[in-house]
């Protein structure tokens, strides 16, 4: 018999124990604890971790694991509209026991209440299953932005001619960190992007990126004409003394998306980097062209990576399964993508 249960503190060493030895030697969060407290840990339920396990009951051997990142961990006020990102799903081998890791999904979506559930990054292989369970499923869109002022790329391998994007004279960027943010956050005005998928609030943003634990992303205030409309996350990517800017979050009106191309060239200008890259579904193409963006073909000659902690310099097409009723605007700051895999 196996009893499939919530995470406690007492199960944590043998849940690293158990990715060490049958997700990924040296996974990060067998290195780096604090990291995996910080995703796991609910903070409403103290000792209690956003991850299913499944234990055999004579031996207490661990056979399975869900884990899941629900937004309300970064907003409590998203209880309501919460979005559940599966995470760390793996069943042992020599579990010898049929259907476990669909037991372990119930059991996740029959405890944690939410108004839409979702993956970011997942093989090929297992297309079909999210296909079978009523998932709707894709890629993501990856665009690129070189930088103008660089001569020679090394990171990638870009074809587009760099193009300076149409300015927007009433759309504008203030720097947030938390001691400024609630103050200028105070009055921002989402518009209809409620209306979408996965719900998210300003409060979100200082949880899930300013308060990063090991990483240090940009959040911006989008202001229009001098109204606050939206919030944009990116952090800096280096290898070899090169880097790129990756844009992992955007919430504002998909109207506003041609205008932060000259905010993001900028930005990339200031840190010296050879491009900007995101990754997007749910937003017309189009305006991100606008915005001065190239579409890149994943099995194109065009090669922007994405993989950073290790270097490797090849595409990789990020696949989404969402379950929701509302459309879905994904960006891959979305789910654990946008996560450390090496110790900094």
Known sequence: MVTIRQCQAEDVADVLAFLHAHWKPGHIFTVQRALFDWQHSLRDRPDTYSMAIARRDGDRALLGILGYIPTRQFDPALAADNTVWLALWKVRDDA?????????????????????????????????????????VGELRHYVMPNPDIDRIELA???????????????????????????????????????????????????????????????????????????????????????????????????AVPGLGPLILRQVRAAGA????????????????????????????????????????????????????????????DGDQDRPNLVP
Not at 206 to 233: K, N, T, V
Not at 296 to 324: C, Q
């Open 96 to 136: 010898d026991t049929a259907g476990l890791g669909l037991r372990l999904l119930k059991y996740v979506t029959d405890t944690e209440p939410h108004t839409t559930i979702g993956v970011m990054g997942f093989n090929q292989d297992v297309r079909p299953i999210y296909q079978a369970l009523g998932f709707a």
């Open 274 to 333: 050879e491009y900007a890259d995101v990754y997007n579904w749910g937003i017309e193409p189009d305006l991100f062209k606008q915005a001065g963006f190239s579409l890149i073909d994943p099995g194109g000659p065009d090669i922007v990576p994405d993989h950073f902690e290790p270097f490797e310099p090849r595409n990789v097409s990020l696949r989404y399964a969402v379950k929701t009723e509302r459309p879905a605007v994904l960006f891959k700051g």
């Open 157 to 255: 391998t870009i074809r587009a001619t760099p193009r300076l994007p149409p300015g927007d004279d009433l759309l504008t960027a203030l720097p947030l960190d938390k001691m400024n943010f609630p103050e200028r956050v105070a009055a921002v005005d989402l518009g209809t992007r409620h209306r979408q998928a996965p719900g998210k609030t300003p409060a979100f943003f200082l949880g899930r990126y300013l308060r990063h634990p090991i990483y240090r992303y940009q959040c911006d205030l989008l202001c229009r004409g001098g109204y606050p409309i939206g919030l944009l996350a990116t952090r800096i990517a280096t290898h070899s003394g090169r880097s790129a800017l990756r844009v992992v979050d955007y919430l504002g009106p998909e109207d």
